[in-house]
């Protein structure tokens, strides 16, 4: 079995991006910069952020990180949106999700300036998406292709079942394996028979949020299998949707939890940031 190691091709991505940054800044560029807006005290949330903006800093990238209390009022967190859109320093903005249950997460997304979205989730860049005309996208799917990519995973004509159409993850995953030339199935909740579906998979892509509910006899042989799923468990471990050392057995290749698709996460968004700050200044040639 081969190991999708996430952790590896991150660090790969990250020491390219550093150098690309400061190229790009020796030729008169604005240094990058990330605006992370955090809501409430989700103590997962928070490791989160404190990951993102480390990984800025090591990259040489520019980060304003905004916490705002739980208790922020849709109105308020608009206002704050809208004060980094107008913002000429800042080049990317992420709101972390999920937000607490009062606030429309659509809408907040939906605020942030297109050009500015680090995440790739507003309507329009998920729409550009869909038609084949990618601008940024949404950070964990397009981590997901980098790393089949590196592994040599060859997507197009294959049959790629992903499980899982959440916003975030399953939906552009799919358009993603679409766009590399792949036969592509969604599995969700209401699937009827997923053992079928994923009887006649070379790639399965596994986001549905379910600890360990995959396992190696839900898989074919020789199967390549991408866990994004990412979980606590009752003893501190952290643990994916799928059983790894069950698949490990059987799998061609399987990305492990942690070590895989997360860190592949903050790797796209950083380049994500790069990517934005480079199309808001034409004038500079990188
Ligand atoms: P979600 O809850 O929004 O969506 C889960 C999806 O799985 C839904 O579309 C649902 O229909 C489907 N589903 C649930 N049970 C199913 C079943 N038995 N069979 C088939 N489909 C089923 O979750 P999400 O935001 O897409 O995240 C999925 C997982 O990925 C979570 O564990 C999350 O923590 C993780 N995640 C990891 C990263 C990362 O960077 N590693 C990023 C985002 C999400």
Same mark, same amino acid.
């Given at each position: 079995m081969e190991k999708l190691d996430g952790k590896a091709l991150s660090q790969e991505w990250r020491g390219g991006l550093k150098t690309r940054v400061e190229q790009w800044v020796a030729k008169g560029g604005p240094v990058p910069c990330l605006a992370v807006v955090l809501v409430g005290d989700d103590p997962a949330s928070q490791v989160y952020v404190s990951h993102k903006i480390k990984a800025c800093a090591q990259a040489g990238i520019r980060s304003i990180e905004e916490r705002l209390p739980g208790s922020v009022t849709q109105d308020e967190l608009l206002a704050k949106v809208n004060n980094l859109n107008r913002d000429p320093e800042v080049n990317g903005i992420l709101v972390q999700l999920p937000l607490p249950s009062h606030i429309d997460e659509a809408a907040v997304v939906d605020q942030i300036d297109p050009l500015k979205d680090a995440?790739?989730?507003? *309507?329009? $860049? %998920? &729409?550009?998406?869909? /038609?084949?005309?990618?601008? !940024?996208?949404?950070?964990?799917?397009?981590?997901?292709?980098?790393?089949?990519?590196?592994?040599?995973?060859?997507?197009?004509?294959?049959?790629?079942?992903?499980?899982?159409?959440?916003?975030?993850?399953?939906?552009?995953?799919?358009?993603?394996?679409?766009?590399?030339?792949?036969?592509?199935?969604?599995?969700?909740?209401? *699937?009827? $028979? %997923? &053992?079928?579906?994923? /009887?006649?998979?070379?790639? !399965?892509?596994?986001?549905?949020?379910?600890?360990?509910?995959?396992?190696?006899?839900?898989?074919?042989?020789?199967?390549?299998?991408?866990?994004?799923?990412?979980?606590?468990?009752?003893?501190?471990?952290?643990?994916?949707?799928?059983?790894?050392?069950?698949?490990?057995?059987?799998?061609?290749?399987?990305?492990?939890v942690p070590g895989g698709v997360g860190p592949m996460t903050i790797a796209m968004l950083l380049e994500n940031t790069m990517q934005l700050t480079m199309l808001q200044n034409p004038g500079v040639t990188p």
């Open positions: 995440d790739g989730l507003c *309507t329009e $860049n %998920l &729409g550009l998406l869909a /038609a084949g005309r990618m601008r !940024v996208a949404p950070c964990t799917p397009h981590g997901v292709i980098h790393l089949l990519k590196k592994h040599q995973i060859e997507m197009a004509g294959a049959n790629a079942v992903v499980v899982g159409r959440s916003q975030i993850v399953g939906k552009p995953m799919a358009l993603l394996l679409l766009q590399e030339n792949a036969t592509v199935t969604i599995c969700h909740s209401k *699937t009827k $028979n %997923l &053992g079928q579906h994923l /009887a006649q998979a070379d790639i !399965v892509v596994v986001a549905a949020g379910r600890p360990e509910f995959l396992g190696a006899g839900d898989f074919p042989k020789n199967c390549v299998i991408v866990d994004v799923g990412i979980h606590r468990k009752d003893n501190g471990k952290l643990c994916g949707d799928v059983r790894f050392a069950e698949v490990a057995e059987t799998a061609r290749a399987v990305s492990p």
